[in-house]
């Protein structure tokens, strides 16, 4: 059999690409799991439009923002673990881009932390500017954002987060078995 050179070359690199990934099972319910190239990134929904634990309803329209905001861990102002990126507004609620900080060790563990699933929802710190009563609390129509941060539970049930990405590859994930998925080379 004639193998070209180019042939080889590409057998080659696809050897390299196998040898790069390893097997990984991650025991997930609902969030989903993406390696790819570039930062560690976090998409999802900040906020959305239901009313929350607080018995509030923040308005995903009537937001201000100026970015990057500050990405919190669990509220706590003293530590930011990174920054959101994008964030947009929909009829359904705040859809974000967060990024989050490498070689900071609040940072690293929040990463991890996300990546074993224990903590899986975004919360939003904001002003209220302008608001009106409702039977459970206040619906705020205008309001700005101060800072998104990750936490276990959020004060909006579904502010969750949806995707995640990280240095190397790009895979697809399969699921395995009740809520496990297996990285598979795309």
Known sequence: MTVTLNQLARRVADLEMALRHKRMDLALDHVQKFVSGGRRVVTGIA?????????DIVEPKGGHWSLPVPLLWMHRHDEPVGWVREATATDSGVRVRVEIAEGIPRADEVWKMLEAGLVDSFSIGF????????????RFTEWELIEISVVSIPANPGAKIGKQYSRGEAVKLNTVGRGAVRLKRG
């Open 47 to 55: 906020s959305t439009k239901q009313v929350d634990r607080m018995g």
């Open 127 to 138: 002003i209220g500017t302008k608001s009106k009563p409702i039977k459970t609390g206040r």
